[in-house]
């Protein structure tokens, strides 16, 4: 998945969340349980699959592990509502930082890092069947894609005031889902 063959004119992926490089297929065969060529298109991140395998072999999901298992196959509720985030976050380095780094592989890394802007950021998505909703703490605006007009995610239209409380619920949802993951930077709210 995500090959970004020119779409959006990208070369190459990282650190953006359009569909075609967050979508990703899960194709799962369980004999018995799963009909042969049966589609679900429940909203799932990957982080699922482990307290799904956690479930159906009757063992407790861990508190610290995130996901929750998957509705085709488990007695869990379908979601309405996916998450991304892109980014590594935390403090910046200084450079007394890079003089202790060993040489030449972490000097190198760590400078080529710094050049990205998500190094001092997180930036986070959510998506509904219908919307996504991108923050990005450094750039210059979030990103709204109303995705039955817009499929191809080619128009933001956050600063369209037609959807001021569409950005505000997707907010609220994203900051959610930010309490529920033990992050700790929020996101503007409304």
Partial sequence: HGDMMGEHAM?????VFYDCLTRVPLIVSWPGHIPAGHVDDSMVNLVDVMPTLLELQGLPQPRTMHGQPLPTVTSAAARDATFSEYGAGGPPFTPADLEALPR??????????????EAAGRRKMVRTRHWKYIHDPLGDKDELYDLRADPWELSNVIDDPTHASTVADLRLRLADWMIATEDAQPVPLP
């Fill in 104 to 117: 030449p592989w972490g000097r190198k890394t760590l400078i080529q890092s710094l050049r990205h802007r």
């Fill in 11 to 15: 070369q190459c992926k990282g650190g």
